[in-house]
């Protein structure tokens, strides 16, 4: 039996790490396999924003690999996925990435989705965010990346964090193709 492609997530340490348990969750809740990188910066957000620690995550995901773990399937194009979420992304590792620079197994498994153009979304957390940053972002965006910025969805009328985190989980899967029922979009609501 051949094992169904994951989708990569990717934990990095900037602020949001609500944010990628949600995407997460509804991915098991789609029954989508998971395969799992957190930084040592996204292990400290984790911990700090949703006092967990990564082994809490093992139920959520097929597998689950340490950054300094270069030689997982996930750091070699011959293995298929179905795309990676870096969510949140830290301006150090969307700096990395647009340079170049794959020393870790996050930044490496970016550097395959997009030698072998697979879908690859990044959710920046940073503001203001400073040129430079911004920089990395347009060529991260020229090379084909979805820059999916963490901003609260105002017109929906979120009346939670909860609400706010939903929608950002959501638009992630949206980018990624598997459906889900974590908002409902513009007019959806019949107004």
């Known amino acids: 039996m051949v094992e169904e492609a994951p989708i990569v997530v990717g934990v990095s340490g900037a602020s949001g790490a609500p944010i990628a348990v949600r995407v997460l969750e509804a991915l098991r809740d789609a029954g989508v396999p998971v395969a799992l990188v957190i930084s040592r910066g996204g292990q400290v957000v984790l911990r700090e924003e949703a006092g967990l620690e990564p082994d809490a995550l093992r139920g959520l995901v097929r597998d689950l690999y340490g950054d300094e773990d270069l ?62 940053l911004l920089r990395h972002l347009a060529a991260l965006s020229e090379l084909g990346v979805v820059v999916l910025d963490a901003a609260p969805p105002y017109y929906l009328h979120p009346k939670t964090v909860q609400d706010q985190t939903d929608y950002l989980a959501g638009k992630v899967l949206d980018h990624l193709g598997v459906p889900h029922h974590l908002y409902r979009g513009w007019k959806e609501d019949g107004r």
């Open 71 to 132: 030689a997982a399937p996930i750091a070699s194009g011959s293995r298929a996925t179905r795309g990676m979420a870096i969510v949140p992304c830290s301006s150090n590792t969307a700096a990395r990435v647009a340079l170049g620079l794959g020393d870790t197994l996050l930044t490496r498994t970016a550097h395959v989705h997009l030698k072998e153009r697979r879908r690859l979304v990044i959710v920046p957390r940073e503001t203001p965010l400073p040129t430079i």
